[in-house]
T-cell receptor
Framework: KQEVTQIPAALSVPEGENLVLNCSFTDSAIYNLQWFRQDPGKGLTSLLL?????REQTSGRLNASLDKSSGRSTLYIAASQPGDSATYLCAVVGNTPLVFGKGTRLSVIA | DTGVSQDPRHKITKRGQNVTFRCDPISEHNRLYWYRQTLGQGPEFLTYFQNEAQLEKSRLLSDRFSAERPKGSFSTLEIQRTEQGDSAMYLC??????????FGSGTRLTVV
């Protein structure tokens, strides 16, 4: 059974810092990995999709990497802003529909 | 592309009542998913459809839950005889190989 773990569970940083969120998964037989952002009480917004054949994807200040063999992904956020405060969720698709971690709750302090 | 739409956004119901939620996926996506999310947890898979066929159901989907997708377009999720433990955010998504999963804004259910 696929399990996804995200570390840390919560993170508080001052504005302007670069930061890394970590995601690990137990079954490396995945088709793709997706990072989402969720604001309190809202739905999920897709940030980045990495296909299993890819090693990284970039969008603006966000960069996500994938190491399928070791079962790890990282989400790098450059020059963090207060508007980045949200919960970030990692999820993988393999032989089952999307399986999520519990998320990392990020607070960026102005 | 109007995204995934869910209705209603919020629902408050008394214990024992039935509720029904609706999801309209992105039109060209043939796969549609339902997830449930409780506070502090990641979304948990409930069920999914490919076109009108319901292909997989989670153990979380008790006999009180039923989902349909007539004609492979919109989907409904019905909960019968609601219990306080059913209080959660119910999320719908559709997917494509190129874009991955796209989620709606969710329906927040409160059972009092």
């Amino acid at each position: 059974k696929q399990e996804v773990t995200q570390i840390p569970a919560a993170l508080s940083v001052p504005e302007g810092e670069n930061l890394v969120l970590n995601c690990s998964f137990t079954d490396s037989a995945i088709y793709n990995l997706q990072w989402f952002r969720q604001d309190p009480g809202k739905g999920l917004t897709s940030l980045l999709l990495i296909q299993s054949s890819q090693r990284e994807q970039t969008s603006g200040r966000l960069n996500a990497s994938l190491d399928k063999s070791s079962g790890r992904s990282t989400l790098y956020i450059a020059a963090s802003q207060p508007g980045d405060s949200a919960t970030y969720l990692c999820a993988v698709v393999g032989n089952t529909p999307l399986v999520f971690g519990k998320g990392t709750r990020l607070s960026v302090i102005a | 592309d109007t995204g995934v739409s869910q209705d209603p956004r919020h629902k408050i119901t008394k214990r024992g009542q039935n509720v029904t939620f609706r999801c309209d996926p992105i039109s060209e996506h043939n796969r549609l998913y339902w997830y449930r999310q409780t506070l502090g947890q990641g979304p948990e898979f409930l069920t999914y459809f490919q076109n009108e066929a319901q292909l997989e159901k989670s153990r979380l989907l008790s006999d009180r839950f039923s989902a349909e997708r007539p004609k492979g377009s919109f989907s409904t999720l019905e909960i019968q005889r609601t219990e306080q433990g059913d209080s959660a955010m119910y999320l719908c998504a559709s997917s494509s190989p190129r874009r991955g999963y796209t989620f709606g804004s969710g329906t927040r259910l409160t059972v009092v």
